[in-house]
């Protein structure tokens, strides 16, 4: 999984460069490179008695192609989880995933709104636990393909967004941010 990791981050790197070379124009109003750090709310596709909610926490290295195009690699880390009023059983639900994006910022001022979409590996293990019998019943791990779309704004280095997980067996989920843009900015 590594390697494919590495390939599939060359790649997106190599073609990001080939899309400079098309840029026809030669003001640059934003600095080429920036990172983003997220915390937020994830809420999982399927309710009801499994997974309730929980937090995520996402890092993302950003490089600008364009004023209104950035491409980089998203790393983030989602749990979930539902236990009982008394704490001694229930379930929890860990991912966390390495995607390729994309953002298309519709503004060169201060107040930025985007769109965006990605794609890459997500990996899950969930736990169900049960202080009747066992203790840890299962750990079930898997990696998945998926795809993720999102909107928001950038106000400065103050940044929200929504997203929305797309995995395969109803293991999507739906993203809250809001979170801190570390460089990038006006030159």
């Known amino acids: 999984m590594k390697k494919q990791?590495?390939?599939l981050t060359a790649l997106f790197f190599m073609a990001s460069l080939s899309l400079h070379a098309q840029d026809s124009k030669p003001t640059v109003t934003f600095?080429?490179?920036?990172v983003d750090v997220s915390l937020g709310?994830?809420?999982p596709?399927?309710?009801?008695?499994?997974?309730?909610?929980?937090v995520l926490f996402a890092i993302e290295p950003k490089y600008a192609v364009m004023n209104d195009l950035s491409v980089g690699i998203r790393m983030e880390a989602a749990v979930m989880a539902n236990l009982d009023k008394n704490?001694?059983?229930?379930n929890a639900k860990a991912n966390y995933s390495y995607i390729a994006t994309g953002d298309y910022y519709f503004s060169e001022k201060k107040f930025?709104?985007?769109l965006g979409a990605g794609a890459g590996i997500y990996t899950f293990a969930s736990v169900d636990l049960n202080s009747n019998i066992s203790g840890v019943n299962s750990i079930p791990v898997s990696s998945k393909f998926g795809f993720m779309t999102r909107g928001g704004f950038e106000y400065g280095h103050l940044r929200l967004g929504v997203e929305?997980?797309?995995?395969?067996?109803?293991m999507g989920y739906l993203g809250l941010k809001i979170g801190a843009v570390i460089g990038g900015g006006r030159k």
């Open 5 to 7: 990791l590495l390939i």
């Open 31 to 34: 600095k080429k490179f920036k």
């Open 41 to 43: 709310y994830a809420s």
């Open 45 to 54: 596709q399927v309710s009801g008695p499994g997974t309730k909610a929980g």
């Open 87 to 90: 704490g001694s059983s229930g």
């Open 112 to 114: 930025r709104p985007f």
């Open 164 to 170: 929305y997980n797309f995995v395969g067996d109803k």
